[in-house]
Nanobody, 113 residues
Framework: QVQLVESGGGLVQPGGSLRLSCKVSGNIFNINHMGWYRQAPGKQRELVATSTSYEESVKGRFTLSSDNAKNTVYLQMNNLKPEDTGVYYC????????????WGQGTQVTVSS
């Protein structure tokens, strides 16, 4: 059984920074195969960051990292913009494609002045 617990979200002004954390427990084969996803209001969940690639709108501003000893994946978000607002989730890249796969509760990020 896999458990994903996201944290670190909050309300931040445009241009601010946040660091999200995702604690992973259970049968995750490779913590380096994790991704961060975002679900903006009224939109579908989208993949925004992996260890090797980033969605175009976040390139140069977001950085994914991991601490394997802690089974934790991070997302450092800098120069935040209002369009970054949404609920952020992490998941294994393969599991995320499985219909009905479990997700964590996510962490809300709101960028607003």
């Amino acid at each position: 059984q896999v458990q994903l617990v996201e944290s670190g979200g909050g309300l931040v002004q445009p241009g601010g920074s946040l660091r999200l954390s995702c604690k992973v427990s259970g049968n995750i084969f490779n913590i380096n195969h994790m991704g961060w996803y975002r679900q903006a209001p009224g939109k579908q969940r989208e993949l925004v960051a992996t260890s090797t690639s980033y969605e175009e709108s976040v390139k140069g501003r977001f950085t994914l990292s991991s601490d394997n000893a802690k089974n934790t994946v991070y997302l450092q978000m800098n120069n935040l913009k209002p369009e970054d607002t949404g609920v952020y989730y992490c998941n294994d890249l393969t599991r995320a494609l499985i219909p009905g796969a479990s997700w964590g509760q996510g962490t809300q990020v709101t960028v607003s002045s």
